[in-house]
């Protein structure tokens, strides 16, 4: 029973290394950074007409504002954090005084 067992696992541990082979070159393509995976994008002249036309300039400016907001938005939020970790010492420092 223990010899059949280690022999199953044996042999999925081959087949999972086999499938991890196979797909290894598709899953370097989570390694790359957003301006390399834009830049790999084939471009042509109509996407390049598309993409200076006002609609596209506006939708493009409007995804840079948002994501601009999430920058900001994180950067409060962090603060906002820190701040109220400070009230708190202060405030267990108040009760260390008063008592």
């Not at 223990?2 to 541990?13: N, S």
Request: aromatic letters at 4%; glycine letters at 4%; zero cysteines.
């Amino acid at each position: 029973m223990y010899r059949t067992k280690v022999d199953q696992a044996g042999a999925q541990d081959q087949a999972s290394m086999q499938r991890f082979n196979d797909q290894k070159s598709e899953l370097e393509i989570l390694t790359k950074t957003k301006q390399e995976l834009i830049s790999m994008i084939p471009v042509s002249d109509s996407a390049n007409q598309i993409a200076s036309q006002p609609a596209s300039l506006a939708l493009k400016q409007a995804l840079d504002n948002i994501e601009g907001a999430q920058t900001k938005k994180q950067d409060i939020m962090r603060e906002s954090v820190e701040y109220l970790a400070n009230i708190n010492v202060i405030d267990d420092l108040m009760l260390v005084h008063q008592g």
